[in-house]
């Protein structure tokens, strides 16, 4: 199948690398996007996320005249979705999918297609989400005919792809990493297999959508069962007074066994997310897979109780101290390390509820950031690293590269409370 014309339905952080990327092998890509912001900024040849070489790619594609943005649909021989799919609150369920944005989506490129054309869901999706879009397609387009009714001699092929590249690392990804394709037929299938192997250096793997769709819940999923299990064990270890990053580091010596790290919690916006995908379908069946979340939201609060059990120490060991003079500083913001990505952070929500329940300012040190965000508690300050590590409890909550190696010139009762095992191996530790 021939695509002269690609378009790409929403820019952030997958659909605009992935615009960029097949601009880069020389096709035509039309980017659209509601914000116009975002689309004044690419037009520009720049980028509004934070991604590492993107503003090189982008810059090339929209400088070469293979990347144009708009904000309404136009004509395309492949329309690739990449729009968010958050939750809602629905009938006591707060984690409910909400589809609005591929809705929006489908009928914002319902008129412009053609016999032909192929539409692909790259949104990680709740099972059935594809063939929903295949749905609002054919509502609003009568005159032509669907995979859903007319399977291999429809006018129009659909399939879901979903998108696996790891933030930080998503130019390199999106070429590397194999793909799951899922039409909605074989041939549909094939058509988008033949549109990702444009830029895919990986191999590319055809399946049926709604396999595809649970595939990439399902690999967000294990990694989320695989932390939450690494959470708990740090929780057990802490009670029985044993190093947990030895233990796993022991225990992953076994040819079979591969435990992730503990840490504050889980963020981001996808491995936060997506199981709950899986448990609002099925939830009297997805038990563990409910129990991993709730196992991993619960961290935050448990290493709030052991900061308050460092104050507490601190105190008895400087009497003549009060709970304000008390000084605190978190190490790390982020979401997790070496980013500046703060949004769905485990770590500024512990650092948010520091700040709210301590008597005094909080001090924050994020090498990655320059200004505390608007979502940052105002008992927070940014500090240098130097002065963070001056306070009475240092908090060390992100394991950036920055982190390593810092040595403390401990003062009385100076206590760390580590959640990463970065600094010291038990997770509260007096440092004299
Ligand atoms: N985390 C731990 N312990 C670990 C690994 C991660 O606590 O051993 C925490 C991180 O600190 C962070 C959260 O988990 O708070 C998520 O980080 P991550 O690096 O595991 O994943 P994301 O959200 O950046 O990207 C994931 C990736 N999925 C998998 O690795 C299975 C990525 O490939 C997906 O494309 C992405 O989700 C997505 O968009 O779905």
Known sequence: MEFDTISVIG???????????IASRRKKVIGVDINQHAVDTINQGEIHIVEPELDIVVHAAVKEGYLRATTSAEPADAFLIAVPTPFKAENGNEHTPDLTYIESASKAIAPVLKKGDLVILESTSPVGATEQMAA???????????????????????????ERVLPGHVVRELVENDRVIGGMTPKCSNAAS?????????????????????????????????????????????????????????ANRHPRVNILQPGPGVGGHCIAVDPWFIVSETPDEAR???TAREVNDGKPEWVLGKVQQAVGEFLSSNPDKTAKEVTISCFGLAFKPDIDDLRESPALKIAN???????????????????????????????????????????????????????????????????KGLWEPMVLTRLN
């Open 288 to 290: 563990l897979i409910r």
């Open 11 to 21: 820019l952030g952080y997958i659909g605009l690398p992935t615009a960029a990327v």
């Open 353 to 419: 509820a520091i700040a709210q329940q301590h008597a005094s300012k909080v001090w924050a040190v994020e090498p990655n950031i320059e200004k505390l965000p608007a979502s940052a508690s105002s008992e927070l300050v940014l500090v240098s690293m130097e002065e963070g590590k001056r306070s009475d409890i240092a908090v060390l909550l992100v394991d950036h590269r920055d982190f390593k190696g810092q040595e403390f010139t401990a003062h009385q009762g100076q206590i760390v409370v580590d959640t």
């Open 136 to 162: 609002w397609l054919a509502g609003a387009r009568p005159d032509l005919t669907f995979p859903q009714s007319h399977g291999e001699d429809s006018d129009i092929r659909v399939a879901h792809c979903p």
């Open 194 to 250: 033949s549109l990702y192997k444009l830029f895919v250096d990986g191999e590319c793997i055809t399946t049926t959508a709604r396999t595809a769709e649970m595939a990439k819940l399902t690999e967000n999923s294990f990694r989320d069962v695989n932390i939450a299990f690494a959470n708990e064990l740090s929780i057990v270890c802490d009670k029985l007074d044993i190093n947990v990053w030895e233990l796993i580091k022991l």
